[in-house]
């Protein structure tokens, strides 16, 4: 009868729209943090811990210049409240702003978060603090500054490992983007007392921006330089198998410290167009993997290196496009997956920069897009890094929204990015959910 058709219809348009409300409802999920953004160089940001508790802890700087931290309790499904770590703003103003002071954290065996800060343009200024209780991140110690002694010049970039002897080692780039070299400095007791920094890489009055992966006692280094023009340049790497006490090239060639450009392993040269490095990890034979940026606009690119027994070779991944300019050279980025180093992590061009898995069938060779992860996005999704000791729900943590970069000579534009995760994604405004 036309009366139950009518029924039929209506049911189906109050279904309908009940489903439409359930995707598209933006307005009501949240993201992991708002007007907060990661660095690249600073890994981990996020790390699963699994002791009294399951918990993944996120830390970010957010747009008013505050390090800040949070969790998600991995059995209950649920995001703890926001802690504020430090607020850096009441003494350093805009410079507390800049989105290069964003946090690194180290979480050690009994439970203890230490979290390590700089800011960007500030002389001296290089902070840790620890959490007064294992496993509880409402409560730090006072801000203890572990400049270098006698150095006045910036940090950046720290990078926090552990051994199997408990030593804990620091990584991080003493100088400017233009001029700096990349420490290393180690401390026997937590954390409380730091030894006499080692100068690991010395390339004149160039800039190195170098990422740090180690798995045991074996530490990995890979770097570029950092030029005028081109803005990067080149992949280097050093290998340590004894925890930081002999270095050595791929092939067992040793390095006397500090690495100059002449002593250096050329991974890759890019010639006259820049790069840019944005993960490297080991399996468990200690064969590294490094993942790049490569090529400006419209010719952006994401590349793979490996060892192949003799030398290194490299393959492209696939095309993409770069997050902010030109010059700057600002990637979407990229992460590798050490549990299966032919699985990475991008930021894909489509009609934004969407989160995708890409995968290799071949050791490297070719690649091809395994998993979306995020689409149909109204802003860029980038930055990602993966959870340290991921869960299967929380595997992945990135910047999304709108990147504005340089503003009045400071890296405070990104007062319109968001923190997203595999499980807060859906908070992503989508073009099949505008008004």
Known sequence: SAFFLVFILLCFLY????????????????????????????????????G?????????????????????????????????????????????????????????????????????????AFFMKQSTTIEDISSWTVRK??????????????????????????????????????????????????????????????????????????????????????????????????????WEKKDGTLLTLPVTRNSAEVVFDSKDDPDYVWDIVADNENNPFIVFAYKKDPSHEFRFAQWDGGSWTTNTITTSAQLYGNDNFYSGGIVIDPRNVHNVYLSKKREQLEIERWASYDGGRTWQQAEVITNNSTVDNFRMQLVENYSDALRIVWASGIYEGLINGQWTGFSKVDIQSDITKQAIPNKNCSP
């Open 145 to 246: 500054n572990i400049d270098d002694p006698g150095s006045v010049m910036p940090y950046n970039y720290p990078q926090a490992k552990r051994l199997s002897n408990g030593n804990i080692l620091l990584f991080y780039r003493r100088g400017n983007y233009y001029n700096s070299d990349e420490y290393l400095k180690v401390s026997k007791d937590n954390g409380t007392t730091w030894e006499k920094p080692t100068q690991l890489i010395d390339f004149s009055s160039d800039g190195v921006y170098a990422l740090v992966f180690v798995k045991g006692d074996a530490i990995h280094i890979t770097w570029n330089e950092s030029l005028v023009k081109p803005p990067r340049k080149n992949i280097y790497y050093m290998y340590s198998p004894d925890g930081g006490v002999a």
């Open 15 to 50: 279904f309908n729209s009940k489903n439409s409300q359930s995707v598209c409802a933006v307005e009501e999920l949240s993201p992991v943090a708002s007007s907060a953004i990661f660095e690249w160089f600073q890994k981990p940001a996020a790390i699963r811990f699994v």
């Open 52 to 124: 009294k508790y399951d918990r993944t802890y996120i830390a970010w700087i957010n747009s008013d210049g505050k390090i800040q931290i949070r969790y998600h309790d991995n059995k209950e499904n649920k995001f703890s409240p926001i802690y504020t770590v430090d607020d850096l703003y009441r003494e350093f103003g805009i410079e507390a702003q800049d989105d290069h002071n964003a946090p690194s954290l180290l979480i050690l065996p009994d439970g203890r978060i230490l979290i390590f800060y700089t800011v960007h343009d500030a002389n001296g």
